[in-house]
């Protein structure tokens, strides 16, 4: 079993690559760069997109101004000077060849070091972690609640299933499979927060501004409150995939032959359930838990993120695709994957905890 999980570890770091590289490949052929975006700035053309969706690139865009005033000379009917060109170049680090750029940003991710962003004027590994917490805490609020709803409310439905309650609850399943979370979101604050109706929670972060000045239990339920909403609409659009999966699970084993063992033997219900039952249907709600954080925190959360003005990795990411800003992009990108496959070794060493007959070593 050791030697299946250090096998894994080793892949990580080829996976981590392929991926990189595909991106850069691919980055490399977008139009509209960081220094497209700078040349078109110093034409007076508008480019400032991230204006109309958040103010938090503010710093990093005065800093840009400064530098395009200090050389607003050079601006007329006829372009820019070739110099400044290759100024703006030097400055972004694409002055450079492509192969040159890709080495150096993979010798120091291997060290975390994503440099500097374009427009911030900050590191980015500050900003990551300054913003990793917000993505994290909901993506795991999210999941477990999900998990803590959908696994009760598949066993019961697969207990009775075809009756009443397996029935009615199938349609509030249905609705939910049906409306993407960030509808909900939408109809959560025109319903509690002040969208039309009622004005309950916070439409925008995760915590108030007075939120150091609090004790601990104001900083807990301030901390609920804000992130209520949030939760909610995710919960509510990712609830129902995992629930008919918990249903079908059980259903599949419930029908398997050493139920029927188990209860000619004289075995209550509840002892086959839970004692025979639970641990051989749980494997594949199991196995998708990684899939499932990650899911969240790729998808789901990013659109909330941005609908709640959420300050964590997802509204970076977004704005940092919006401005070109490629050492947030990349860096995003790097945390999001190694995450991700970190998650998928968690999965397969906790299938073996709720199961000991599964060796990995022997597939």
Do not use: C
């Not at 319903?191 to 004790?215: K, V």
């Not at 609908?307 to 490629?326: H, P, Q, T, V």
């Not at 990349?330 to 070794?345: E, K, Q």
């Amino acid at each position: 079993m050791i030697s299946y999980f250090l096998r894994r570890l080793i892949l990580i770091i080829p996976t981590l690559f392929g991926i990189i590289l595909l991106n850069f490949l691919i980055i490399q052929f977008a139009p509209g760069g960081p220094v497209e975006n700078t040349i078109a700035r110093l034409q007076g053309i508008d480019v400032g997109a991230t204006e109309r969706v958040s103010g938090g690139m503010k710093d990093g865009l005065d800093n840009q101004n400064n530098f395009i005033s200090s050389n607003s000379k050079y601006v007329g009917a006829q372009g820019l000077d070739p110099s400044i060109i290759k100024e703006i170049e030097k400055m972004y680090g694409f002055d450079q060849p492509p192969h040159i750029r890709f080495y150096r940003m993979v010798k120091n991710y291997l060290v975390f070091d994503f440099g500097e962003s374009f427009f911030q004027d900050r590191k980015v590994i500050d900003i990551v972690m300054e913003k990793l917490p917000v993505s994290i805490s909901l993506g795991l609020w999210t999941t477990l609640l999900i998990y803590l709803i959908s696994i009760p409310l598949g066993i019961y439905k697969a207990v009775n299933d075809g009756k009443k309650f397996d029935i009615w609850s199938s349609v509030v399943v249905i609705i939910g499979n049906a409306i993407p979370s960030f509808l909900f979101a939408i109809l959560l604050i025109i319903l509690f927060a002040g969208g039309r109706y009622l004005d309950i929670f916070p439409l925008r972060g995760i915590i108030s501004e007075n939120w150091q000045e609090l004790d601990v239990i104001e900083k807990i339920l301030d901390y609920i409150w804000h992130i209520a909403l949030p939760v909610f609409s995710l919960v509510i659009g990712g609830f129902a995939s995992l629930t008919m999966l918990t249903k079908n699970s059980f259903l599949d084993q419930i029908n398997q032959q050493y139920v029927l063992t188990a209860r000619s033997k004289g075995n209550t219900e509840n002892k086959i359930l839970y004692g025979h039952v639970f641990r051989n249907a749980m494997l594949i709600i199991i196995a998708g838990f990684p899939t499932a954080f990650i899911s969240i925190l790729f998808t789901g959360a990013l659109l909330t993120e941005i609908i709640f003005s959420l300050d964590g990795l997802g509204l970076l990411g977004f704005e940092a695709a919006i401005n070109r800003d490629y050492p947030v992009m990349f860096a995003t990108l790097y945390v999001f994957t190694l995450l991700g496959l970190f998650m998928n070794i968690i999965g397969d060493l906790t299938m073996t905890l709720v199961d000991p007959r599964i060796d990995f070593d022997k597939r």
